[in-house]
Nanobody
């Protein structure tokens, strides 16, 4: 079973940048599609970005397209989320997710979350 540990959150001014990291251990990193979700107070947890096992395909929510970049480093078993031109509405707890398919369903693993606060 994979364990995920996020880091890199904090307080940043609007327009600034932040890079989140998620280190995976306990399982073959290449097995998992990796993603970043976020949850603001009183709201549901939403998918922000994801990257396939090979890294060839990525997804971004419309709200972050052109500002955030997801990447993965297989040698370091780590996935990153580079956040540029951040906005106050990006304020949330960010969660790292790893998922893979084991018949008959998908299995999801979560990190503990890291707080990102964007001041205006």
């Amino acid at each position: 079973q994979v364990q995920l540990v996020e880091s890199g959150g904090g307080l940043v001014q609007a327009g600034g940048s932040l890079r989140l990291s998620c280190a995976a251990s306990g399982g073959p990193f290449s097995r998992y599609t990796m993603g970043w979700f976020r949850q603001a107070p009183g709201k549901e947890r939403d998918l922000v970005s994801s990257i396939t096992r090979s890294g060839d395909n990525v997804y971004y929510a419309d709200s972050v397209k052109g500002r955030f970049t997801i990447s993965r480093d297989t040698a370091k078993n780590t996935v990153y989320l580079q956040m540029n031109s951040v906005k106050p509405e990006d304020t949330a707890v960010y969660y790292c997710n790893a998922r893979h398919y084991r018949s008959p369903s998908w299995l999801d693993y979560w990190g503990q979350g890291t707080q990102v606060t964007v001041s205006s």
